[in-house]
């Protein structure tokens, strides 16, 4: 592993920690074995902030789009007739998205404008 993967990783890791102690501390107040009124809500709003901000900034940027599933995928689709982009029977995609009406694909890996192909153009 790299240095930045490293990097990311403690962060990652120190973020889930943090969210560990933060339920720690809530749960009393979450079982009902400390009222509510005896919570310091100052405190808790400003944490709260604090944390959300926390993970937009530092978190959040940090994490691979493609950790959710989509990164683009490379598929070859066949077409009934020729394909509306090259005229081919069949072609190579990146495939980023399949829904009931089509597909969404990307023409390189390194596109960044994806193009929908209805799901009647293909087999």
């Not at 940027?61 to 066949?78: C, E, N, T």
Request: net charge positive.
């Amino acid at each position: 592993m790299t240095r930045a993967t490293d990097w990311k990783f403690v962060m990652i890791m120190a973020w889930c920690c943090y969210c560990a102690l933060i339920a720690h501390f809530a749960d009393p107040y979450a079982t009902g074995t400390k009222p509510l009124r005896s919570a310091v809500w100052g405190n808790w709003m400003a944490g709260a902030v604090t944390t959300i901000s926390f993970f937009a900034l530092f978190i959040y940027p940090q994490i691979k789009w493609s950790l959710g599933g989509g990164a683009p995928v490379p598929v070859v689709l066949r077409f009934n007739s020729r394909s509306p982009l090259d005229d081919a029977a069949q072609t190579h995609f990146w495939l980023t998205d399949e829904t009931d009406a089509g597909f969404y694909v990307f023409s390189s890996a390194g596109a960044k404008r994806a193009i929908f192909l209805p799901s009647g153009l293909s087999q």
